[in-house]
């Protein structure tokens, strides 16, 4: 069985510019999560989807966006790129909703802004 | 709110040596208790998880953790540990309530030495 994939594995990417990130869920899972790994901050919550709904959203500014298409897989986009959002990002996908639903984890994609 | 703290950002041991990764955690409802490993440029692949029951968690690779409820710790522990070992470790947790996000640790670096 497949696990979460994401794409593309790396990006570089310039100030001010706009980048959008790709998962695709292990087969069944409804859920998706986004995480932020920045040097120095550890794994930050970005934000939640399930059944194609925003279910929640963590302490990021709203040029951080994405959507969860019908199939589950998951975009997060970033606009008007800054220096600080040089991280990995991380994706993770689980079954259902319950509480106890184990999170799955990507590969993560390396963003790196000059 | 949540929150997560691991006492030591790095433990070096010898090979074969016991380990043990300490984590406290803070929350005003109930959780579920997760141990993370992350090689280099790797995902986060999980070891353990506390959902209720016995508070000894067994995991993969040898490793086990104490869920103490009295003391908010949740701390891991190897018998014996092998060059393989050398990774970052973090400790999570989600409430059981309605958000499904997990609140990570800074990350413990273990190394482990020859």
């Known amino acids: 069985e497949a696990g979460v994939t994401q794409s593309p594995t790396h990006l570089i990417k310039t100030r001010g510019q706009q980048v959008t990130l790709r998962c695709s869920p292990i087969?069944?899972?409804?859920?998706v999560y986004w995480y932020q790994q920045a040097l120095g901050l550890g794994l930050q919550f970005l934000l939640w989807?399930?059944?194609?709904?925003?279910?929640n959203r963590g302490n990021f500014p709203p040029r951080f966006s994405g959507r969860q298409f019908p199939n589950y897989s998951s975009e997060l986009n970033v606009n008007a790129l800054e220096l600080e959002d040089s991280a990995l990002y991380l994706c993770?996908?689980?079954?259902?909703?319950?509480?106890?639903?184990?999170?799955?984890f990507g590969p993560g994609t390396r963003l790196t802004v000059l | 709110a949540q929150s997560v703290t691991q006492l030591d950002s790095q433990v070096p041991v010898f090979e074969e040596a016991p380990v043990e990764l300490r984590c406290n955690y803070s929350?005003?409802?109930?959780?579920?208790l997760f141990w993370y490993v992350q090689y280099p440029n790797q995902g986060l692949q999980l070891l353990l998880k506390?959902?209720?029951?016995?508070?000894l968690v067994k995991g993969i690779n040898g490793f086990e953790a104490e869920f103490n409820k009295s003391q908010t710790s949740f701390h891991l522990r190897k018998p014996s540990v092998h060059i393989s070992d050398t990774a970052e470790y973090f400790c999570?947790?989600?409430?059981?309530?309605?958000?499904?996000?997990?609140?990570f640790g800074k990350g413990t670096l273990l190394t482990v030495n020859p």
């Open positions: 993770a996908s689980s079954a259902g909703t319950s509480g106890a639903n184990e999170q799955f």
């Open positions: 087969s069944g899972h409804t859920s």
């Open positions: 989807y399930d059944e194609g709904e925003e279910r």
């Open positions: 929350s005003s409802v109930s959780v579920y």
């Open positions: 506390y959902l209720s029951g016995s508070t």
């Open positions: 999570a947790v989600r409430s059981g309530g309605s958000n499904y996000k997990l609140t």
